[in-house]
């Protein structure tokens, strides 16, 4: 074998170390966080939620979510065509979820995929970065009409949760997020608490006086209908939620 060709050989091969080297470290070190500071609302890689004026008083169980980038900085799909970011619409968090990013997919190439949807999540979007997959969804929901029951905030936050894999998993919907909030989610403080359910005591003793227990009949309907609604959409009938 001739020197030049042991060269390029020896060449090659050093490119392909460093290349696998270069390749690791972008898939398994992660750039370290600050912690959670509710004062500031800094919630880094957290899902954050707060009740909604009016519908969280008559069904506690649904209100607003956001997403958070790395240093914290929040992002809510909060009306057409736009992203709020750094201003979280409806007052302050009071629920929070932070995502562990080692399981997340941030796929260097088209080989480097930790998850088991390769191509599928390549043609999906995939990031490199938590905020890189956040961006991808903001450009994503800049163009998109805001509707309530079809395409909200729920919306938003499951399509950052399928570009980032979480899980594994590219099947993040509305009523996923939902639930993960609401049982893995933790409180900021007993405040928190006292305002997501003090309107809805409140009326719901107001209802129970001045009408009586026809009220409390009207009122599980409504959050029948409410989770009736996103169940079907969500399972049964998906082209009615697609966003």
């Known amino acids: 074998m001739s020197r030049g060709q042991f060269s390029a050989m020896d060449l090659k091969g050093a490119y392909d170390v460093e290349h696998m080297s270069s390749t690791s470290r972008i898939q398994h070190e992660l750039w370290p966080l600050d912690g959670i500071d509710p004062k500031k609302a800094k919630f880094p890689c957290c899902l954050i939620w707060t009740p909604l004026p009016v519908v969280s008083w008559l069904a506690p169980f649904i209100g607003h979510v956001g997403i958070c980038r790395e240093d914290g ?72 009409t805001y509707n309530l029951f079809t395409c909200n905030c729920h919306s938003f936050v499951a399509n950052c949760l399928n570009r980032l894999c979480y899980g594994g998993s590219m099947d993040w919907n509305m009523i996923d997020v939902a639930v993960l909030i609401l049982f893995k989610g933790h409180w900021i403080d007993w ?49 009615l939620l697609e966003c």
């Open 191 to 239: 405040k928190s608490i006292v305002r997501s359910f003090l309107p809805f005591a409140v009326v719901l003793c107001i209802g129970v006086f001045l009408v009586g227990w026809p009220f409390l009949v009207g009122l599980f309907s409504f959050s029948l209908l409410l989770m009736g609604w996103f169940l079907l959409g969500t399972y049964c009938f998906k082209s």
């Open 73 to 144: 900085t929040i992002l809510d799909f909060s009306g057409s065509n736009f992203v709020n970011v750094d201003d979280f619409s409806f007052g302050a968090a009071a629920r929070y979820f932070q995502v562990d990013r080692e399981q997340c997919c941030f796929p260097p190439n088209l080989t480097g995929h930790t998850c088991k949807h390769g191509y599928k999540h390549s043609e999906y979007g995939t990031a490199i970065t938590w905020d890189d997959a956040l961006q991808s969804s903001m450009r994503h929901f800049d163009h998109k």
